[in-house]
């Protein structure tokens, strides 16, 4: 049998506690990086030539289950603005963790100075009720029409009607993002509820 | 020094390279499930008694660099919806990893049954700019105003203008779900580029 211990328990002092426990004002930039890292996705759209890009984009959610709705978040200086907003129609890509080197070439340079997806070496399939192609390879893909937009700052939001879904369930590793543009293969380890 | 191989090298044939890289169709539900888990949240806002309420959100993204605009994506169905619309405030908590328990109950319980927030033991503290308390021992939280809103099917855009950021940075594990409600603790392991 173990032998009692004389030591007196170790409270907390009143000044510990309140270290511990209380919230501190963060910076915006401490505060962004503090809530990701974010699912990454390459968006795939026509420009006003019928030539398609793809973008990186970590601002992306569902946003109806009946019907089923996609929203992506588009900077208004970037390439594929334009091509979304006349053709109607997007892509969303989540890029398997093969697929790394170009998911960062295409969320780093700009579809304004030349063909990322053959920079990136990335190859095209039709999709199935979409003009606007999907990556091949890739984890998963929604192939989205356009049903409403709305301005948000520096961004538009585009509400994406899913009308055709494709993927490689065997590369079920996508890939995340931090703010600082660092990319992530997650390795989820459940929480026992 | 090894005796050369007298077999032949294997060459994959057609098929093989098709069904290593052609895209599956899949049922949405296949989809949904592979682009997760997604960052999860607990929104906290005021109902129109004044009381506080938490619900788990998987459907949030960032849209706006400046301002910086948050967006959250909410069933009408939900406790949280008139509150919000009522209020016009809303606060982003993303629960550590430590408070997982509390993260379940907010997500699978409703507001329209009762106190969440003390049913899952969680404590709220004033917020730095909004009337809308944070929680605790989060993460990070980001308090917002909302300053435009979309219907989009069965859930309304809430789109909210950061005005407060606070957290705890010592505590960077946050919680992510899966379409399967369950939720995981996230190690990147970093994709060199």
Redesign the interface.
Known sequence: MAKKSSRRLFIPSQDIFFRV????????S???A??????YVLVTSLDKNGRPNAMGV????????????I?I?I?HRRYSYEGIKMHKEFVVN?PS?DQ??AA?ICGSKSGHDGDKIKLAGLKL?DS?SVKVP?I???????ECEVV?Q?E????T?F?GK?V??????EK?R???V?SKF??????????P?
Chains 1, 2 share one sequence.
Do not use: C
């Open positions: 426990f209380k919230m501190q004002n963060l910076k915006e401490e505060a962004v503090l809530s990701g890292p974010f699912p970590a601002w992306v959610t569902r946003t109806s289950f009946d019907p089923f709705l929203l978040s900077d989540y963790i790394s080197d960062v399939v199935v999907t091949e390879g890739v984890t998963v893909a929604f409403d709305l948000t700052g520096d961004h939001v509400v899913v055709g879904t494709s993927g490689n369930p079920s996508h890939l995340y931090s660092q990319l992530f293969g997650m390795d989820g380890n459940e929480v509820a």
